[in-house]
RNA sequence: GCGCGGUUAGCUCAGUUGGUAGAGCAACCCGUUUACACCGGGAAGGUCGCAGGUUCAAGUCCUGCACCGCGCACCA
């Protein structure tokens, strides 16, 4: 066979990868649509939208590799494979990121007009989008992309919008008075998805207040403090009656106290009676909720004390404490300091401000009658998690699940499209905004909140598809797998069950396979500020994309974190030009013929089984390395090795090299694409390897 | 506190139903007679965290413990 040119040089993956994604994506079938009929049912994948506010990252290199082997592999075993790529304004997390933009051009959103505002994350979002697109296609990434979505796609913002008024209409969403996580820097509500606990030492303060002792780590919540909490069967304070008034001095002069027995105190801790301030505590607030208590302000929305704090009004709360710790002690109301007491302070996720308990009139989802429905999804094995633990925390999760804040004070996002009275503060919803007048008489405002992203996003499979009405939704949904981050179990995977179940009565994907974290090659999280943060397309520049796309998966084990070193990623950098090099011998040295040492081919057979087998399993990390090491150290060093001999055997040996070299590019295709495409152009010019069958297909 | 992972060769990690311990990288020796030095050949390296148990047989199953990581929930 005469030898192709190319293939006396080094394999150069810079010169090859964009010429061969053009070649795909010019032959259209990327688009299931242009892919031949077959029977076999179709395969889909919803890619999970990267959110359009900054570069591609490790991460995101891992689920597009992970993603594409899944859709590539599907492809070739003849399935109408579609996987539908997509972008997400994610919300809150975007305009932190302009926020901080603005911070360093010493701008603030609070100076600036609304619309302007939106219209210049906007435009920020679109341009990101646009470098993420290229970024993904030079991964290498087989999705359609003309079925491409945004989550603000004009038809995407109504079918989210309709969403609500449907769930508003079934009773499944409502507005009310609760216990809401406030981050005053970014003041907004954030769902408890949105926040994290701390550790923290801070001082434990006894306060004697009237007749009782009572533990605090806040004083200066506690000015409004007029309930006193004990257990009811708590023998200390058995004299003292539900109701009983009691009249004591306070922190600014004579207050009258009122006696709550309640079940929820531990009569353990500090000294079993505590005061409450239902304003700003959730078991406060619970408490005041089941004995019908008054609720009042203490804290304002920027994290100053209310005139009921007298002469601390005013006062910023991380000011305010000392200030009033020292006042205490002055009127001989501080009997104690604990300096070392340890608990966790939950704060905001994005800027680590300590989040405010407030009540807030706000959209909550009702979960329980939603939750029980994605329960009995996963209990009767319907969704299938990879690895299968993953299905346990779902379910703990599910069961535990509260009621659902989706209201954010933040321009960027999806109106909520909701009316409030201005007198009564009932909430209506209004797809049209035509309710002028609500039923008490009042006057209706428009609701200037938007949706928490993770409600646009939690219908995900379905938007992509083009719910409410496409034929995609028949083919495609239930969509067979949902790959993503093992951190997504708690943010995104169970609202997406919850929407698709809700919606269309389907679950939203068959499987759920869960990837771990890319972290640097010492095992170590990566992050801007230790400066360990790598960058995949300078990682492509150097060793390819085949490289690094399959040192992202050999080993890496499902739901594992993953160290990822360059060594590791210059390895397979090695293993592309050895396949470069096996294709020249084979071109050089492969005979014609029927071979009569049939038992290579089977064994090859054998191994190709196994490897689909793995294939099926979600097991590309082993399928990955079995085809590596077959290629490498058995079909390289030995099969080729044999073929040289110049005997019998030898010429037997080069007539089966050929055969068998094909179906090796077949198997590593779906891992190392683009190699394996370019060498396809060269020894079966006018085909596509992307469109072969895969060796193994019953 | 509850839950979930992990602990295997110097490093990073595989090891699917229990059947004589694997890979990559690094280190060691030899090799440049044409597919490839981005290579080949060879050797070396592990009481599989600890302690029990089940079994003919345990890295793999069971129990307990230790350490590391993560998640969830919290006490005012």
Known sequence: MAIDEKLLKPYDPSTTEQKIYRLWEESGFFNPDNLPNNPREPFSIIMPPPNANGRLHAGHALFVTLQDIMTRYHRMRGQKSLWVPGFDHAGFETQIVYERKLEKEGRSRFEMKPEDLYREIYDFTIENKKYMQDDIRRLGASCDWSREKFTLDPEIVKTVQQTFDKMFKDDLIYRGDRIVNWCAKHQTSLSDVETEFEERTEPF?????????????????????????????????????????????????????????????????????????????????????????????????????????????????????????????????????????????????????????????????????????????????????????????????????????????????????AKICESCKRGYSDLDDKMTTCECGGILRKDTDTFDTWFSSGQWTLLALGYPKSKDLDIYHPTSVMETGHDLIFKWIPRMVIFALYLREEVAFKNVYLHGLVNDEKGEKMSKSKGNVVNPIALIDTFGTDALRIALVVGNTPGTDLSLSRDKIKGYKNFANKIWNITRFVQENAQEGNSSTSELMEEFKKIAEDITTDMENYRFHLASEKIYQYIWHRFADEIIEESKKNDEKGEQTKKILLPIWQECLKILHPFMPFVTEEIWQIINPGKLLMIESWPIND
């Open 205 to 417: 303060y006894y306060l004697q207040y009237g007749p009782f002792v009572i533990g605090t780590s806040r004083p200066e919540t506690k000015f409004g403090d007029k309930y006193v909490v004990m257990h009811p069967n708590d023998k200390r304070y058995a004299k003292y009656k539900q109701g009983d008034k009691i009249d004591l001095e306070w922190i600014n002069g004579p207050i009258t106290a009122t006696v709550i027995k309640d079940e929820s105190v531990d009569m353990e801790f500090g000294t079993g009676v505590m005061t409450i301030t239902p304003w700003h505590s959730k078991e406060d607030f619970e408490i005041a909720e089941r004995h019908k208590l008054e609720k009042e302000q203490i804290i304002d929305w920027k994290g100053k004390l209310l005139p009921i704090a007298g002469e601390f009004a005013d006062i910023h709360i991380s000011k305010a404490r000392h200030m009033i710790t020292e006042k205490l002690k002055e009127k001989n109301l501080l009997l104690k300091i604990d300096e070392h007491y340890k608990h966790n302070v939950k704060v905001c996720f994005k800027c680590n401000t300590i989040i405010e308990p407030q009540i807030k009139d706000q959209w909550f989802v009702k979960m329980r009658p939603l939750a029980d429905r994605a329960l009995d999804a996963v209990n009767s094995g319907k969704i299938k998690f990879y690895p299968d633990n993953y299905e346990k925390i779902f379910r703990y999760w599910m069961e535990n699940t509260i009621d659902w804040n989706i209201s954010r004070q933040i321009i960027w996002g999806i109106p909520i499209p």
